[in-house]
């Protein structure tokens, strides 16, 4: 993995310890949204498409999960990333104040919610490091909307690359096999958008594309 990208507002770079801890909270919300969820170990990493020891290593705190390996545990569990990650908000208020987004570092990525929580969608600001996460493969129930704010992007859609600038978007079926990478070495921002299903079989595939290239 790479260095968690920067809070952008105060320019200062963390270190990779920093990056680490910033998810005090996810080993205990993820063994205990399994069992809320009824899933054994074996279940639950299978769907998510990892190995056992890989997710007892998380819910142990051994290791931090990425991004994508979190909206794959949130789809699973029936959660929201917020709820992963310990976040509790006092009220579900239709606007969301800048504010009151504070930046999460996981896998790479630093990400601000953006979004209500408890709802049928979930929205990000996301920062993507150049180099970071270029190998992983996402495949899952559901939409992504994305929408380029700084930096190019590049999206692998199965078998097509799309370079898209600042202003560009995409939509698409989740179900497509998919990888976000950033074209730049300042990296790419983007706003993102996806669909939260409630279901226990709802998956996320992870893994690089076999011959190809970030």
């Given at each position: ?75 699973i569990y029936g959660t929201t990333v917020a709820e992963l990650l ?129």
């Amino acid at each position: 993995m790479s260095s968690s990208e920067t809070e952008r507002s105060s320019g200062a770079a963390p270190s990779p310890d920093q990056a680490a801890d910033a998810l005090p909270a996810v080993a205990p919300q993820l063994r205990s949204l399994r069992r809320q969820a009824s899933l054994t170990l074996e279940a639950a990493a299978r769907a998510a498409g990892l190995s056992p020891a890989h997710l007892s290593r998380l819910e142990t705190g051994q290791r931090q999960p990425s991004l994508p390996m979190l909206l794959a545990l949130a789809r699973i569990y029936g959660t929201t990333v917020a709820e992963l990650l310990g976040e509790t908000a006092a009220a579900r208020d239709a606007v969301i104040r800048a504010a009151d987004m504070e930046p999460t570092a996981a896998g790479g990525w630093t990400y601000w919610q953006a979004g209500a929580p408890a709802r049928g969608m979930q929205a990000l600001r996301v920062h993507v490091p150049y180099g970071s996460q270029g190998d992983i493969v996402r495949v899952h129930p559901g939409e992504e909307w994305l929408h380029v704010l700084r930096g190019r992007l590049r999206l692998r859609l199965g078998d097509t690359t799309h370079q898209l600038a600042p202003g560009d978007s995409a939509h698409f079926d989740s179900l497509t096999p998919h990888r976000i990478a950033a074209q730049d070495p300042d990296g790419v921002e983007l706003l993102f958008v996806h669909t939260l299903l409630q279901s226990p079989t709802a998956a996320l595939c992870l893994g690089p594309t076999p011959g190809d290239t970030p």
